[in-house]
């Protein structure tokens, strides 16, 4: 009954309880021989439950090492994932780094594209004006050309026709 009562409390809902049960209440009526055939079963009911806690032993180590390796495996697993993680963190940043250093260059390029343009404005614009001048003063020069030329004709008829002149009278002299 004690026996009975140890195994109700500490072992509630056990496969073996029904049939520890029967056996107390069988050795409470029980006769010398069966009280050796009671301690028999007994015996070989602690028989089975240590080759049953055995194997609940075995088993639950071998979960345990299922469980550790996987455990293993899986720290590995985040560890590598982590360590990839922070690789493309640092190369985010250094292409950060890169694409600042770009928009700089950018904008650098941009302030001397704008100077250069208006050098170039002011290059074409100084060129213009001394073109302009160059074909006004060249158009002068062209009429002063002429004007010479004409004023030259004009000398060079005079004098031809005072040299001829000179000629007659100095024919009409000696005559």
Known sequence: SELLETQKSSRNGHLYSPLIQALADLASKATPEMIAKILKLFNELRTAFARDSQVATQIENKQQ?????LKVD?????????????NLERQIE???????????????LTK???????????TVEHCEKLSATYVSRNE??????????RVLEFFEKRAKGFSDSVKQRVEGASL
């Open 74 to 86: 899986l720290e590995t697993e985040r560890d590598a994932l982590q360590e990839k993680r922070t």
């Open 112 to 122: 001397q594209l704008e100077l250069a343009t208006e050098n170039l404005n002011a």
């Open 140 to 149: 002068e020069r062209v009429r002063e050309l002429e004007i010479i030329g």
């Open 65 to 69: 090492e299922s469980w550790t390796s």
């Open 94 to 108: 250094g292409y950060r780094a890169i694409i600042e250093d770009c928009n700089r260059n950018i904008e650098y």
